[in-house]
Structure formats: C-alpha cells, structure tokens
C-alpha cells in the first residue's frame, strides 16, 4: 500500500506553459508589482541601451534635463527632485563630471554645497534627441486621458511614500535597537 502511494506521488506531472503562469492572477498587490517590476526592467534595458548607443544612461540623461531646466540647482536639491540618496547622486556626479558633461562649483555662500551647471557638452546632450525613456514615456501618456494620468500619479507617489516612510522607519528602528 505504501508503494503505491509512493508510485502515485512521483508521476511526473503534466508540463505547464510559461503563459499559464505569466497570466496567472496573483492578487491585486503582486499584479501591481508584476507590473512595476517590468517598467523597472525595461527601465534597465533602455538605459543600458542608451550608455551604448549615446553614452549616457537614462539616470544621467534624466540628470541633464534637469540641470537644464534649473542651472545652478545644488547637488542636494538635485537629490530631491530625482529621489535619489544624496550618497549615491554624489558618485554619478562626478563621473558626470570627469566626462565634461557637467561642471561641478562650490556655493560661493556655503562651499559645502555644490552648484550644477551644464558644460557645452552637456548642453549639447540636453538638446539630442538621445531620450530613449523619455520617448517611451512620451508615447505612452499621448495615449492616456488626462483623468487616468493624474490617478495614476497619485497612486504612484501614494507608493513612493509609502516605501520612503518604510525606509525612514527602518531606519530609525535600526538606530534605535541596541547592538
């Protein structure tokens, strides 16, 4: 009897597609990060297409417009505007930088802080149409009423804050658990 049962449990089962799982409803929480994970991907992809084609990632090139549209912008507001750690912005930056793309000046008023301009270059690769993203984006929101785009950001940054207020949260558990 026992091998029976064993028999029964070891038949192979039947092979499954791929697409009964990618279409597979997860709950509305992992649907909704399914689909964030996939504009991440695509993210990735096209900015790495766009270091190699351009020679600047989507990040950087997203850098760039903004600096355009606000020269002189400290390295802090900077952070701010594009959600980035200070830590991590300071890095790319300088790599930014050293490739002529921006120039990087100490606050005649506080030299702690960092002004951003453009170089000619830069300002060259603001005017490209090297926006690969941008594009993307562009297309995409031609096609969306205007209704359904101001839901869409709501319910976006109702989740970057979300993760944000988790981060800072975190944060402060860590500091406050003693070792």
Known sequence: MLTERVARTEEP??????????????????????????????????????????????????????????PGISAGELAKVLHLDPSTLTGVLQQMSQRALLQLQPDSRDRRRLRIQLTPKGRRMSHMAVGAIEAAVSKTLSNVSPAKLKATREVLTLLADNLDRRETESNLTDRATPA
């Open 13 to 70: 089962s039947p092979p499954v597609s791929s697409t009964q799982y990618e279409d597979r409803p997860l709950g509305q929480a992992l649907d909704f990060l399914r689909v964030l994970w996939a504009i991440n991907h695509g993210l990735a992809t096209t900015s790495r297409y766009m270091k190699s084609r351009f020679g600047v990632t989507g990040r950087q090139r997203l850098i760039i417009q903004v600096v355009n549209e606000f």
